[in-house]
C-alpha cells in the first residue's frame, strides 16, 4: 500500500469508526467555555466523557459543576447530547451531534457517602476512579505510597456494579487496582493510562496491570498527555506504539483512546505550580509546558495503525468499538 492509497484507507475507517475519546483533562472548576466541545464534533469524534471533578477540589465544587455543565448541554441541545445509553450515543450519531456523558477523577467527590455513587450516575456520571495521585478514603493514589482499596471503597466497587457505572483504576495506586479488579464483578477499565514500560513514569501502568484488566474484559484507553507518552512526546507514531504494547499483551480488543486534551492548557499548568503534593516536581511535573494530543490528530493516529499493520478491525475497535462494547455491557 502506498502513501496516497494508505490515507485514503485510514480515511475510510476514520469515517466508518465510531469514534470514542474516554476523558477530556480542561478543569472543569475554571469556568471553562463549553463551547470549546466543538474541538471534538469538528475533528469526528461521537462520544466524549467530560471531567466534572476530581480530588484536588471538594465534592461541593463537583455538583456546581455538574449542574452548570448539565445546564449548558441542554441549552445547546442541536450540537450535542447529553446521553445516559449507549443507545443514545448511536442516536447522536446519527443526529451528527457530539455525544458527551461525565467522569469523575477520584472518591473524594463521594462525601463519604455511598448514596452519593447513585445520585452522580442519575446525574450522568459514567465512570469514577479511585484517588487521584494521592490516597483518599478510598484507596491509594499513585503518587502515595502503594496503599491498597479500603472497606469503603470495597463498598463502592460493590455499588458502582449495581447502579451500572465503570469502575475506573487510572490516577490510582498498584494494590488499589488490583484489589478493585478482584472485587469488581463487571469489566474494568484505566480511562487514561500509558504503558510504564515504554515510558517510566509513576502515572504509568505496569504490564501486570495491563494483563488483569483485559482479564475483567475491560479496556485501557491510552492517554495523550506529552509527559506519559514519553519526554515532552505527542507524536502519532508514540501514541501507536503504547497501543501497541498493550495490543501485544494482551490484544487490541482492549485498547481504546482517552486522550485528556485540555483547551486550557496554561490554566492547568498554573494548577501543577499550586499543588506539588499531587504532581510531584520529582515526577517531571512542570519540567516542560505540557502538551496534548489534540482530537484533530486522531486521523494521523490511525494512518499510522495502518501504516504500522493493524487489522481494519482491530482500528475500529482501538478508535471506540472497544468502549462502546465495555459501556454497553455495564451501563445501566
Known amino acids: 500500500m502506498n502513501k496516497v492509497e494508505l490515507r485514503k484507507h485510514a480515511a475510510r475507517l476514520y469515517r466508518e469508526a465510531l469514534v470514542w475519546d474516554d476523558h477530556s483533562g480542561f478543569d472543569p472548576h475554571g469556568g471553562a467555555d463549553l463551547n470549546n466541545l466543538d ?55 446519527k443526529d451528527g451531534r457530539l455525544a458527551i456523558a461525565f467522569d469523575l477523577e477520584g472518591m473524594n467527590a463521594l462525601n ?13 456520571v459514567r465512570q469514577m476512579l479511585f484517588a487521584y495521585n494521592l490516597n483518599n478514603l478510598a484507596g491509594g493514589g499513585c503518587h502515595d505510597g ?34 478493585a479488579m478482584e472485587v469488581s464483578e463487571a469489566p474494568v477499565i484505566f480511562s487514561h493510562s500509558c504503558a510504564k514500560a515504554l515510558r ?10 495491563i494483563k488483569a484488566c483485559a482479564s475483567t474484559g475491560g479496556v485501557v484507553g491510552v492517554t495523550g498527555v506529552s509527559l506519559f507518552l ?3 512526546d505527542t507524536r502519532s507514531e ?34 501543577l505550580d499550586g499543588n506539588q503534593a499531587y504532581w510531584p516536581p520529582h515526577e517531571d511535573y512542570g519540567r516542560w509546558p505540557t502538551a496534548y ?13 495502518v501504516k504500522r499493520g493493524f487489522r481494519d478491525r482491530e482500528i475500529l475497535g482501538v478508535l471506540g468499538g472497544n468502549f462502546m462494547r465495555v459501556a454497553s455491557r455495564v451501563w445501566k
Open 230 to 232: 514519553g519526554e515532552n
Open 238 to 271: 508514540t501514541f501507536v506504539n503504547h497501543i501497541a504494547h498493550m495490543a501485544d499483551l494482551v490484544g487490541a480488543e482492549h485498547v481504546g483512546i482517552a486522550l485528556d486534551y485540555a483547551f486550557d492548557a496554561d490554566k492547568v499548568d498554573d494548577l
Open 200 to 209: 517510566n513514569h509513576g502515572r504509568n501502568i505496569v504490564d501486570e496491570q
Open 293 to 305: 494530543v489534540p482530537p484533530r490528530q486522531l486521523l494521523e493516529i490511525t494512518e499510522a495503525m
Open 112 to 124: 463519604s457517602d455511598l448514596n452519593m455513587v447513585r445520585l452522580y450516575y442519575d446525574l450522568g
Open 146 to 179: 502503594n496503599a491498597g482499596l479500603t472497606a469503603f471503597g470495597r463498598d463502592v466497587v460493590r455499588e458502582m456494579n449495581r447502579v451500572g457505572m465503570l469502575v475506573d483504576c487510572s490516577h490510582s495506586a498498584y494494590r488499589t487496582t488490583m484489589e
Open 39 to 93: 474541538i471534538w464534533r469538528k475533528a469526528g469524534v461521537h462520544y466524549l466523557s467530560v471531567n466534572v471533578g476530581y480530588d484536588v477540589f471538594d465534592w461541593q465544587a463537583t455538583i456546581s459543576t455538574l449542574a452548570r455543565f448539565r445546564a449548558w448541554l441542554q441549552t445547546h441541545s442541536k450540537r450535542y447530547a447529553l446521553v445516559r445509553t449507549t443507545a443514545d450515543i448511536k442516536r447522536a450519531r
